[in-house]
T-cell receptor, first 114, second 110 residues
């Protein structure tokens, strides 16, 4: 089974801090994704990556950056956290062979910015 | 811009009922449609993926159908159980990404 692991289930940070969310997958997947999930808005794509050192902006990249130095690890960075970034963050991965491969999700990180 | 709608937003049924969850999307140019389950405070679990060339997929008590031309999909759950209580999300795959609906929250009471 695919295992996508997010380093923290719950995280509390202060406004202005630099925040790192880590995601690791164990299936040698090429594609990795970061989403945020908010009530009434559903899941929205922040950034994604098709390969090491490669990144693409999703629908809501403002205020975020990402890093993919190794194939198995995809990090989301909040450069200067703000209260409107309080949310549930979900990481996903999929194999790169074709478009009909399902995305596999981690358990999420519930981030609160005070 | 692709928009995905799920109706109803919430559904409560007694155990044993057969039920249908609905998903509609505005742009029929999709590669596939995926149904997920999400338990409270957890991530998403993939249930079924229907490719654009397919009409339906089945897994156990779950059956998902896809009518791409009309922009609709249904998830049919047979003989519902309390363990089926969760939020069900559908997502359509476009050129580069998945677009999600906001989900249907299902409660199956014993």
């Amino acid at each position: 089974d695919v295992k996508v692991t997010q380093s923290s289930r719950y995280l509390v940070k202060r406004t202005g801090e630099k925040v790192f969310l880590e995601c690791v997958q164990d299936m040698d997947h090429e594609n990795m994704f970061w989403y945020r999930q908010d009530p009434g808005l559903g899941l929205r794509l922040i950034y994604f990556s098709y390969d090491v050192k490669m990144k693409e902006k999703g629908d809501i990249p403002e205020g975020y950056s990402v890093s993919r130095e190794k194939k198995e690890r995809f990090s989301l960075i909040l450069e200067s956290a703000s209260t409107n970034q309080t949310s549930m963050y979900l990481c996903a991965s999929s194999t790169g062979t074709g478009v009909n491969q399902p995305q596999h999700f981690g358990d999420g990180t519930r981030l609160s910015i005070l | 811009k692709q928009e995905v709608t799920q109706i109803p937003a919430a559904l409560s049924v007694p155990e044993g009922e057969n039920l249908v969850l609905n998903c509609s999307f505005t742009d029929s140019a999709i590669y596939n449609l995926q149904w997920f389950r999400q338990d409270p405070g957890k991530g998403l679990t993939s249930l079924l993926l229907i490719q654009s060339s397919q009409r339906e997929q089945t897994s156990g008590r779950l059956n998902a159908s896809l009518d791409k031309s009309s922009g609709r999909s249904t998830l049919y759950i047979a003989a519902s159980q309390p363990g089926d209580s969760a939020t069900y999300l559908c997502a359509v795959r476009g050129f580069q990404k998945l677009v999600f609906g906001t989900g249907t929250r299902l409660l199956v009471s014993p």
